[in-house]
């Protein structure tokens, strides 16, 4: 009986064991910074994006400086919670030659309401839907919200998070 027992448990263990190792090769695959497509470069600075003040936006003007671009919209809760921790970010940061830019995929009439009660000092663009193929080829593809990518000055890609920030990945941004 014990053998059977002792068997059985090491199966187990041996099977949860191959689980936890296949999670996690998935989790870093998934998770792994890879070099940005040629045609992810060129479509992220070809992107030119109205603000909501009525100027025009164009990231090609954002060359060769360390670069965040938070993809966010006013219906996500998540979104708006980080736009603080975003906004003190650049305050903090801009001195140094970071740049932020947040695209909203959102109407911009909600877009202007929400920045006139909540006011960012970071740029904003008005991405609607060209934002969400922007950030499919920039890695998010589930489309989902918030997803927030951070280049270096030479344009590589450094980071990427899809889901709402924390003070540690901010942190992580300028080491």
Same mark, same amino acid.
């Given at each position: ?115 006139? %009660?909540?006011?960012?000092?970071? &740029?904003?663009? !008005?991405?609607?839907? *060209?934002?969400?193929?922007?950030? #499919? /080829?920039?890695?998010?593809? %589930?489309?989902?919200?918030?997803? &927030?990518?951070? !280049?270096?000055?030479? *344009?590589?890609?450094?980071?990427? #998070? /899809? ?13």
């Amino acid at each position: 009986m014990t053998s059977r027992f002792t068997r059985r448990t090491a199966m187990f263990a041996g099977v949860a064991t191959a689980a936890t190792l296949a999670g996690t090769a998935i989790a870093w695959k998934r998770n792994a910074l890879q070099e940005m497509a040629p045609t992810a470069k060129q479509a992220l600075w070809a992107s030119e994006f109205a603000m909501p003040s009525g100027e025009l936006l164009r990231l090609s003007s954002l060359q060769g400086r360390p670069l965040v671009i938070n993809f966010w919209a006013t219906w996500c809760p998540p979104c708006v919670e980080e736009m603080p921790l975003i906004d003190a970010f650049y305050r903090q940061n801009k001195q140094y030659g970071w740049q932020v830019v947040g695209l909203a995929i959102d109407q911009p009439s909600r877009v202007r309401q929400f920045l006139s %009660q909540f006011p960012m000092s970071y &740029t904003i663009g !008005l991405a609607g839907l *060209g934002g969400t193929e922007l950030g #499919k /080829l920039l890695g998010n593809e %589930q489309s989902s919200l918030p997803f &927030t990518v951070v !280049l270096d000055q030479e *344009g590589r890609l450094k980071q990427r #998070k /899809l889901g709402k920030l924390t003070p540690e990945d901010i942190q992580n941004w300028v080491i």
